[in-house]
């Protein structure tokens, strides 16, 4: 066919899409974390590491794949140890932006769970405003650039989403006492109160100090840790005019999903991986499985609820998936479901955003249309901390300097899987 392009001779494949503006609307801060800076931290603070060098810390913690869970979540246990003072969330912080930029991502949503980081030395609010510190500062080196003041290339913004957590345990000092704390609830309620807890302070700080904290979320294990759970949390979040997005369908099945949507009024969906698999409808009720998921398919594609794809991660968590062609992703295109690339750690899954899409453009079916939809999608669904004529302009600018780059691509992708 003509006007093709060879996916497996990359070289200029990756160097274009090295230079897209792209976007990360799922990546965790504390997934995050350069290892050098978790060595240099760590050092300094006298903490104990399996390993006092990347290539140790690589073999032995952050693994390419992982066992189980349980190894995968050890990984934040590191990172977690060295994010405890305010100095330190803010070269993290900065770190990552820089990161990002150096790949040509242009928009960053950070999200973290602030009260993992609270601790005698620090309260919710010098938390946030410690990590809004590196964000703030990284983007305001990148916009002096002069190619972007004179408005060649598109500008670098960020905004933070703060994580509730489905369930946890004394994983902080903060969650340590607030669990002492209720001697008579039982965990599910502590859970729950903790949640509400953190949307009033997201809220309040946001108004009192002008912080883009722009979302809610819910992290953590699905099973048996319902989003329902979590809803007066998310309706303070929800009656303030902060964004909502869920985690869901990464572990349960589109009941998760279900909820999410219909509890939590999330905008957004972190995963949605289980989202068409009929065999992980629990609920008896639910008698027409086809239907069900049908209809929150529709509901979904209509809203333009997006899926943030974490194709990596879900590789390394999931060993149901097993081979990435298997991913759900491609129905999820199928379908014309809003989807957009995401890391959600770059550091624990050893990607970035540019792998992520080639990883992509490797693996599923993808035309340059679609791929321009992805990206775009992620531009305009994001929570861009600004007034609605300002994110147009924004995604304006994106969009134009897209066009421009990708001037030379053909119409269709070629990959391995479509010979
Ligand atoms: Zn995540």
């Known amino acids: 066919m003509e006007n093709q392009v060879d996916i497996k001779d990359p070289v200029k494949f990756e160097e274009i899409i090295k230079r897209i503006p792209k976007n990360d609307l799922h990546v965790h801060l504390d997934g995050s974390v350069r290892l050098e800076t978790i060595i240099e931290l760590s050092k300094k603070e006298g903490l104990e590491l399996p390993s006092y060098t990347v290539e140790g810390l690589n073999e032995l913690v952050f693994k390419d794949q992982y066992a ?13 140890a060295v994010m405890q003072k305010p100095e330190y969330l803010e070269q993290i912080s900065y770190e990552l932006a820089i990161d990002n930029q150096k790949e040509g991502v242009r928009y960053i949503e950070i999200r973290f769970a602030p009260q993992l980081h609270i601790n005698e030395n620090m309260d919710m609010e010098t938390v946030l405003k410690s990590v809004n510190a590196g964000l703030e500062r990284a983007e305001k080196d990148f916009n002096r650039r002069p190619e972007v003041k004179n408005q060649q290339e598109p500008e670098f913004h960020y905004s933070i989403i703060v994580c509730a957590m489905r369930e946890f345990g004394p994983w902080s000092p903060y969650f340590r006492n607030f669990i002492d704390s209720f001697t008579y609830s039982d965990r599910k309620e502590i859970c729950r109160l903790a949640s509400l807890e953190l949307a009033k302070g997201a809220v309040k700080i ?20 319902p989003a329902a759970d979590h809803w007066r949390a998310f309706q303070y979040a929800h009656e303030a005019f902060m964004h909502k997005t869920v985690h ?20 957004r969906i972190g995963h949605g991986y289980f989202l068409f698999d009929t065999t992980k409808i629990r609920n008896p009720e639910v008698t027409d499985k086809e239907g069900y998921i049908s209809d929150i398919t529709q509901y979904i594609a209509d809203r333009r609820i997006t899926i943030e794809i974490c194709l990596t ?38 990607t970035s955003v540019t792998n992520e899409i080639l990883l992509a453009l490797n693996n599923f079916k993808i035309s340059k249309k679609d791929l321009r939809n992805c990206i775009i999608y ?13 994110k147009r302009k924004y995604v304006r600018s994106c969009l134009n300097y897209y066009d421009k780059i990708t001037k030379e691509l053909p119409e269709i992708f070629v990959n391995k899987n479509q010979v």
């Open 206 to 225: 946001r108004d009192k100090v002008g912080l883009p904290i722009m979302a809610f979320d819910l992290a953590g294990a699905e099973a048996g840790n």
């Open 68 to 80: 189980n869970l349980g190894e995968y979540l050890k990984t934040f246990g590191y990172s977690g």
């Open 378 to 390: 992620g531009f305009k669904r994001s929570f861009f901390p600004g007034r609605y004529h300002q």
């Open 248 to 267: 869901a369908g990464e572990d349960y099945g589109p009941e998760s999903i279900f909820q999410a949507i219909t509890e939590c009024h999330a905008d």
């Open 313 to 350: 991660s879900n590789l390394q968590t999931n060993p149901s998936v097993k081979k990435i062609e298997n991913h759900t992703f491609a129905k999820m295109l199928e379908a014309h479901l809003s989807t957009t690339f995401c890391t959600d750690n770059r550091t624990v899954s050893k």
